[in-house]
């Protein structure tokens, strides 16, 4: 499976919007460099399929990027068939898959707003294992 970048997205604070910026810099076992979420655990970087988002968008949510709170948005792969331990390649940099989904412990601005959020069951999580500059229209591909 092959993708590319659509947007790269950090948020300096827990519980904010992340938005989109030019690149960003992988941090070896750590994350985005600057993000609120990025620390030494297993939830280092967030990924979301652009196609996910576009459907939900179709549905009159109107989102931009990073509003479900993902890292990296990616065109072309649907993450969520990528399993647990799989790797990813994403520019220079390579992630490892560590979760597909999560638990929303309180809804989100997105739930409120129009009574479902696609980051529970859409969006996946990894750790990076080798850091580098990641941008906009960058290959993602799915490590065999």
Known sequence: MEGKIVAVCLSEAKG???KAVASGRL???FGLENDAHAGPWHRQVSLLSFQKVEEFNKKGAE???GAFGENIL???IDLRLVPVGSRLTVGPAVLEVTQI???CHSRCQIYHRVGDCIMPREGIFA???SGGEVKNGDPV???P
């Open 27 to 29: 941090i070896d076992n």
């Open 101 to 103: 989904g999560k638990e």
């Open 74 to 76: 990616v065109d072309g």
């Open 16 to 18: 904010t919007p992340k």
């Open 63 to 65: 989102v931009d990027h």
């Open 127 to 129: 750790r990076v294992i």
């Open 141 to 143: 591909k799915v490590a």
